[in-house]
């Protein structure tokens, strides 16, 4: 009994594992300067808060971001040195790749920035009728890649923020509603004085859709010996009735200047 308890009595192996001292102790310094950099992250994004949000809370962000990266990136590479690691050959590889990295989405970043340099100096809302180059609508959304406008034809526009920053843009939304101006061709034989009044009446038939207390106003716009060009200037609430209200104005106008290209005939005969 005793040989057969001997057989099956279990082996037990210890295998001991040595971690250096110095070791343990550069990994708790490593902490300490992981815990460093967070509370120097933390007490310079409060501080860059402070600074710059009077100025703008969107440029306060941006740079409470930019800063407490670089604080991270400085505090680890710290504390891969305090290891014995050689970071040398680290920083080139971050550099390399940032470069790349860069350069692959140069058109995303400079979306991205100008969306900031957008939301910071406020140039337009969401609401807001805007002119960028040959685009015309109301902006109907802003996104870190475009600005999204809504056209009078209810045609949605994505332009990139980037082009938004290079181009002119002419906001339109004014208290006084947008001025639009409709040009027509008359006959140089007409009665000045009559277009003038056909016209005018025309723009009051249409008040509904004008600003309040505004008055429509006829201006020449050139001459030549065939045609007088003029044209009837309106101020309207609804800049996306635009074309609408042209349209109108044109169509009532070929029926007043047929009547007094008409009368002008009647008298010459």
């Keep these: 009994m005793k040989s057969l308890s001997l057989l099956v009595s279990p082996v037990v192996y210890q295998i001991g594992i040595q971690v250096p001292i ?3 102790l550069n990994l708790a310094v490593v902490g300490l300067i992981l815990l460093a950099t967070w509370i120097i992250s933390r007490v310079l994004g409060s501080f860059l808060s402070k600074a710059l949000g009077k100025l703008s809370p969107a440029i306060a962000r941006q740079a409470r971001q930019i800063v407490s990266a670089l604080t991270w990136l400085i505090g680890i590479l710290i504390g891969l ?35 900031e340099v957008i939301t910071s ?3 337009f809302k969401i609401g807001d009728w805007i002119q960028v180059g ?6 109907v959304d802003i996104t870190w890649m475009d600005t999204v406008l809504m056209t009078p034809d209810n045609e949605r526009v994505y332009i990139p923020n980037s082009k938004i920053t290079q181009s002119i843009v002419t906001n339109r939304t004014t208290p006084g509603g947008t001025r639009i101006s409709v040009s ?9 004085s009559a277009v003038e009044t056909a016209l005018v009446e025309i723009g009051e038939e249409l008040c509904e859709e004008l600003v309040a207390d505004s008055n429509p ?13 003029v044209a009837l200037l309106l101020k309207i609430n609804n800049p996306a009735k635009g074309k609408l209200i042209a349209s109108e104005v044109r169509k009532k106008a070929k029926k007043r200047l047929d009547e007094i290209q008409t009368k002008i005939s009647s008298r010459d005969a």
């Design 22 to 24: 110095e070791f343990l």
């Design 81 to 115: 040195a305090q290891l014995g690691l050689e970071i040398t050959i680290l920083i080139v590889i971050v550099t390399l790749g940032g470069i790349i990295l860069v350069v692959a989405l140069r058109d995303a970043l400079s979306n991205v920035a100008s969306f």
């Design 121 to 123: 100096y406020r140039q």
């Design 134 to 139: 040959k685009y015309f609508g109301r902006v």
């Design 184 to 192: 027509l061709l008359v006959d140089k034989e007409s009665d000045l």
């Design 217 to 229: 106003e006829v201006r020449v716009i050139s001459l030549n010996t065939q045609a007088i060009k």
